[in-house]
């Protein structure tokens, strides 16, 4: 497991990665999560 803070948005404003029922593919970004100031996609 990763423990850090989660975005479902690449900023502020915009829309999200992913919505709820979207499908998704190998490879795709679902979000992004900053650990120790690092960000992991």
Known sequence: PMAGT?????????????KVGDKVQKGQVVC??????????
Not at 6 to 18: D, I, M, W
């Open 6 to 18: 989660f975005y479902r948005c690449p900023a502020p404003g915009e829309p999200p990665f992913v």
């Open 32 to 41: 992004i999560i900053e650990a120790m100031k690092l960000m992991n996609e």
